[in-house]
């Protein structure tokens, strides 16, 4: 299904549960098949602007090489909840997860910050490091019933200072949230998909959504 800012992809499962993800159509088939049943329903959004969609305002690129960021988390975020969600009903559990690694982390923590859209929120490896955004997160409740969050244990150990903060502020939102981190072996990259299933299935067992 064709959205303005995304492309809407489905992958059925039998939990009463959709875990609405920025991820592609193959990844998300991979990620189906990794998660134990009864499974969750994906919505794969494909197609996002990674570094305008999922930001929650502008910053400058952290990579030499990339783009800036334009901030157009917001934006996605309305288009999410009054778009979006309200054409996939009837076609998916009205029950939701969102859920994302890396700036979809970062995304998925944001929402549940600000709307009830979703029951359940998983940020693996999310970009927490982005500036301003802990202490943004330190100053609002969370408006998810659960959150989970992940991190790999050598994500700090790099040389851009930006993004060095990352398990300190990770962290500090944990604390805040009054949920745990779950630490995995291994830098940002290493994987993702397990990693993200992990994520989706604990927060399934813990509310009861996988029996």
Known sequence: MRFPSCEAYVYPGEADMAVYLPLSPERAEELAALLPSPRPTLVALHELDWNGALSPWAAERVFRDGGDF??????FL???TEVIIPAMEGEVPARRMIAGYSMGGLFALYAALNTDA???AASVSGSLWFDGFAAYALQRPCRAKAVYLSLGDKEKNTRNPRMAVIEDCTRAIAA???CRVEMNPGGHFREELPRLARGITALMNKTGSAS
């Open 176 to 178: 805040h949230l009054g």
């Open 70 to 75: 334009s901030g157009g988390g917001p934006a």
């Open 78 to 80: 309305r288009e999410l």
């Open 118 to 120: 979703f029951e359940l």
